[in-house]
């Protein structure tokens, strides 16, 4: 809790638009999602899912970290659906999954994964 604190305190510093707050978050994400995934607090995921759309916010499409960020919100969303029933969280999970898709390689096993990761998302949905 501590070294989210902290990294909390750098991303103050590091407001949108400054040239490491994408970096920020990345270091800042990781914590928050392991936090998550260790005691279940809705909260947590719920930071999980705003510093995704932060993060996505603050760099461009094809930048280093983007594709990553794009996977690791679409995945905070399909989380929080399962835990809380959203249905639009799970609708913005299968748009991401498309733009995800999108910037996958055609053929690789990524691709073939974010295709499955998709398919079990409409399966949720209908």
Same mark, same amino acid.
């Given at each position: 809790? =501590? #070294?989210?604190? #902290?990294? $909390?305190?750098?991303?103050?510093? $590091?407001?949108?638009? &400054? &040239?490491? %707050?994408? =970096?920020?978050?990345?270091?800042?994400? /990781?914590?928050? $999602?392991?936090?998550? @995934?260790?005691?279940?607090?809705?909260?947590?995921?719920?930071?999980?899912?705003?510093?995704? &759309?932060? *993060?996505?916010?603050?760099?461009? /499409?094809?930048? /280093?970290? &983007? !594709?990553?960020?794009? %996977?690791?919100?679409?995945?905070?969303?399909?989380?929080? +659906?399962? @835990?809380?029933? *959203?249905?639009?969280?799970?609708?913005? !999970?299968?748009?991401?999954?498309?733009?995800?898709?999108?910037?996958? /390689?055609?053929?690789?096993? *990524?691709? !073939?994964? %974010? #295709? %499955?990761? #998709?398919?079990?998302?409409?399966?949720? $949905? +209908?």
């Amino acid at each position: 809790d =501590e #070294l989210i604190s #902290l990294h $909390r305190a750098i991303l103050d510093l $590091r407001l949108q638009g &400054h &040239h490491d %707050h994408s =970096e920020s978050i990345g270091k800042l994400l /990781p914590l928050v $999602r392991k936090k998550s @995934q260790r005691h279940g607090m809705a909260a947590d995921l719920d930071e999980c899912i705003s510093l995704g &759309h932060s *993060a996505l916010a603050s760099c461009e /499409p094809g930048s /280093p970290g &983007h !594709a990553t960020y794009l %996977h690791n919100l679409v995945t905070d969303l399909h989380s929080w +659906f399962q @835990q809380q029933g *959203a249905v639009p969280d799970l609708d913005e !999970a299968v748009i991401l999954y498309q733009e995800v898709l999108e910037a996958c /390689p055609s053929g690789s096993l *990524a691709c !073939a994964s %974010h #295709l %499955h990761d #998709l398919a079990q998302c409409l399966l949720e $949905r +209908f």
